[in-house]
């Protein structure tokens, strides 16, 4: 992990941390005197670095495994826009698709595989072990909320669910570049931007090069859709099911079992209607 990355861990933490704190404020008006509110803001901020460390730990031993490396990039205007949905929402909702991956080496060879570069179903993977690590962590929160109602335990929940539902989400920088916003443009893409865009979402999995510097970030949930179509189908339904049941009823296995249920009939409905009627072009 580089000086860069540390500053936007730092600048994550601290961010979301307020974004997710933000109703649990007395109401003081003196916010220093304020001594529920800054614990609970340092509480959500620890919450938020063990989210987010864990998330990338993950990336990185999965990508050792195949012999790859990862790098994440925040998105100021991400961090921006996180800021105003929690203004705007009175804290209710907090924009959390902050940062992406970026595989900045991958080999030239596999061992033991015919393959000779990092195919797109091992790139999904290694952008997906993030969500569902943090999927997991929610799930593990909510079962220690249950026992204790500590409010550490609420955040964890809380912060993230959020983040495995955001960072599956695969059209983030697809519709922000279609409408044309100033501060996600690429230096190199001055002209239709989505066009490039789509483009090169579409053939950078194929490719055998590392990529150049300054090359578009994908973001997770991008990756995992142009990756692995399977993958995506079955356990974004999984993960935003199970939690918005989570969040509406507070019954973890009965959460589960509507998720499962959905991320399976979305599987199959995919795998019948793409994977087995859709042809490849010739």
Known sequence: MNKDEIIDIILVTIILGFCFSFRNWSGNIVFYKDVAGITNLLITCLVVLIAVLIHEAS????????FAEVKTKTWKAFLVLALLSTFITNGYFVFAAVWSIAIIKS?????????????????????????????????IGFLFFVKTGSFFAKKLVEVNLYL????????????????????????KYKQNYWQKYVHKMLSGFKS?????????TF????????????????????ILTSSIMIFLTSKIFISLLIGLLIASMSWLIEHYFVEIHVKPET
Do not use: C, Q
Request: glycine fraction near 8%; charge should be positive; charged fraction near 20%.
């Open 208 to 216: 055998t090069r590392n990529p150049p510097e300054g090359h578009v």
């Open 164 to 187: 495995a539902v955001f960072n599956l989400f695969p059209f983030f920088r697809f519709i922000y570049l279609t409408f044309n916003i100033p501060m996600l443009r690429d230096n």
């Open 107 to 139: 080999p030239l060879f596999s061992i033991g595989e015919k393959r000779t570069f990092l195919g797109p179903r091992k790139r999904a993977k290694i952008a997906l072990i993030g969500p569902l690590i943090n999927f997991a962590l929610g799930i």
């Open 59 to 66: 990336h990185y031993f999965v990508a050792k495994k195949y």
């Open 219 to 238: 973001n997770e949930g991008e990756m995992v859709f142009f990756g692995s179509r399977p993958y995506w189908f079955f356990f974004f339904p999984l």
